[in-house]
């Protein structure tokens, strides 16, 4: 019968005491010799043989100078060119902005000479039809559909980009890049506060001075709201005639009312709502009323 091995008895060595004198030499040892000792003979034996990292031969030297030589003339060229170059790039850089300024101050001008001459051209239909005994009603049509300036109570809604959007970018908030999009005003959130008011009983609305009608489109190119084509700024001034208590109210408690407000409250986008006694609203470019006069003749058979 086999017995079970048995396996050999533990020693314990006894530990040996810490003796701080070794440690203190170790380091000792390691700040006085922080170059590998095998690092200083490989030194000195190449010192020994007479090697250098230098070239011996006079062509090689005359080489090596060279290239250094070449190397200096190429950076030095560089640099000449780049700062003869930087005032020919700022100077056309310049005419460039000149240039878009120019051609942007005169779009503007002609832009507000159209709106002057649709004014003109749509206060002259209404003189003629009411002096050709129209339709009472074409007054009323032609309000219903913006192409009439209107005035009177309702209620002002200012919507802002969150504050810390407008850091950055020269206070231009669609210039700036670091802030999520979240805290800016984007034309979905336009078209609901828009609908909101349109809902809560409005009878005319403007954005920026910009008066919606029937036809018109609230829609986004870039970072920029266009309100139809025409890009707004913010703040974004909606302007709204109506029963300005019932109006303002209805509005804040409708859906699309509490949606603004959930805007405010997560991502800081800034709103103020007031109730003014009187509001002018501009008649929308643009927009021409016809309206159609039931015939009297008889149809022949």
């Known amino acids: 019968m086999c017995g079970m091995p048995q396996q050999p008895p533990v020693r314990s060595t006894p530990a040996r005491p810490f003796r701080p004198d070794a440690s203190m030499s170790l380091i000792t040892n390691v700040m006085d010799h922080s170059l590998d000792d095998g690092y200083a003979e490989a030194a000195a034996r190449k010192k020994a043989a007479g090697q250098s990292a230098l070239p011996k031969s006079l062509r090689a030297r005359l080489g090596l100078a060279a290239g250094?030589?070449?190397a200096a003339l190429v950076v030095t060229v560089g640099a000449a060119q780049a700062r003869v170059a930087a005032p020919v790039?700022?100077?056309?850089?310049?005419?460039?902005?000149d240039r878009i300024d120019r051609e942007t101050a005169a779009a503007d001008k002609l832009e507000s000479d159209v709106d002057a001459l649709r004014a003109d051209v749509n206060a002259q239909q209404r003189q003629a039809l009411r002096q050709s005994g129209g339709n009472p009603q074409a007054d009323l049509v032609s309000t219903?559909?913006?192409?009439?300036?209107v005035h009177g109570p309702g209620i002002k809604l200012v919507v802002d980009d969150a504050k810390e959007a407008s850091t950055g970018g020269n206070g231009n908030p669609r210039e700036t890049s670091g802030f999520s999009d979240t805290g800016r005003v984007r034309d979905r959130d336009m078209q609901r506060v828009v609908n909101g008011l349109w809902q809560s009983g409005a009878e005319a609305v403007s954005v920026n001075g910009q008066r919606l009608t029937a036809l018109s489109?609230?829609?986004a190119a870039g970072d920029a709201i266009l309100v139809d084509n025409k890009p707004l700024v913010p703040p974004y001034t909606v302007l709204a005639?109506?029963?300005?208590q019932r109006l303002s109210t209805r509005f804040q408690n409708s859906s699309d009312g509490l949606y603004l407000h959930a805007l405010q409250d997560n991502y800081g986008i800034r709103t103020a709502i007031s109730v003014a006694d009187d509001l002018r609203l501009p008649a929308a470019p643009s927009v021409i009323v016809r309206t159609?006069?039931?015939s009297t003749e008889k149809g022949t058979s």
Not at 89 to 97: C, F, G, S, T, Y
Not at 144 to 149: C, H, I, K, N, Y
Not at 241 to 244: L, N, P, S
């Open 68 to 70: 250094l030589v070449l």
């Open 241 to 244: 005639v109506g029963d300005g």
């Open 89 to 97: 790039v700022a100077k056309e850089r310049q005419e460039l902005i």
């Open 217 to 219: 489109a609230i829609r």
């Open 144 to 149: 219903l559909a913006g192409a009439t300036e």
């Open 292 to 294: 159609a006069q039931p």
